[in-house]
């Protein structure tokens, strides 16, 4: 073993005057914020959720929050991880027929918390508000929402996870 300052050739960085990451053999952190955001909108934004017997149906109709961190390390040039600890809020509208027959309208978001590379599915944490419409539309598509956001999330959630480990 060769002793620091001595020259040895198999010490790359220190002969290089730009302590360049030769062959990418330190860590290397690329940040995946921007393609996160635009996959998770194209992932989310194609979610409906539809009540019973063609009541009505709400959909997500985009994120408007997208944060925390989403990045891919790579260690040593060829060891490759996925970290992402992201909170991300969508909007959802939805139309509803009311007992008189007549459609009414209503809007909320959904929340979803502690969406991270080292949470199980079942650890991701799930608010629906509704905040624009008909009462009784809102109460009624937000429920709905509610009781299928997680079996309608996860597929997708899953996706977005490979992906990322892929990049």
């Known amino acids: 073993m060769a002793k620091w300052g001595e020259g040895d050739s198999r010490w ?8 360049a990451n030769v062959n990418g053999w330190h860590w290397q952190e690329r940040n995946m914020m921007g393609w996160g955001k635009d996959r998770m909108s194209e992932l989310l934004t194609a979610i409906t959720f539809e009540l019973p017997g063609s009541e009505g149906a709400a959909r997500v109709v985009e994120i408007t929050k997208f944060e925390g961190d989403a990045s891919v390390n790579i260690r040593k040039g060829n060891k490759k991880f996925a970290v992402f600890d992201l909170s991300v809020t969508c ?3 939805g ?3 009311d007992a008189e027959g007549k459609e009414t309208t209503a809007k ?8 991270a590379s080292m949470n199980d599915e079942d650890e991701y944490v799930y608010k629906v508000t509704s905040s624009d419409g008909d009462k009784a539309a809102k ?3 937000k429920q709905k929402i509610e009781a299928a956001v997680a079996p309608a999330f996860a597929p997708r959630l899953a996706t977005f996870a490979e992906e990322l480990a892929d990049m």
């Not at 790359?12 to 302590?19: A, I, M, S, T």
């Not at 909320?108 to 969406?115: N, P, R, V």
Request: charged share 45%; glycine share 8%; aromatic share 8%.
């Open 12 to 19: 790359l960085v220190q002969e290089r005057d730009d302590g």
């Open 108 to 115: 909320g978001e959904i929340k979803l918390t502690d969406f």
């Open 91 to 93: 909007a959802w509208e």
């Open 95 to 97: 139309e509803c027929v």
């Open 139 to 141: 109460e009624r598509l």
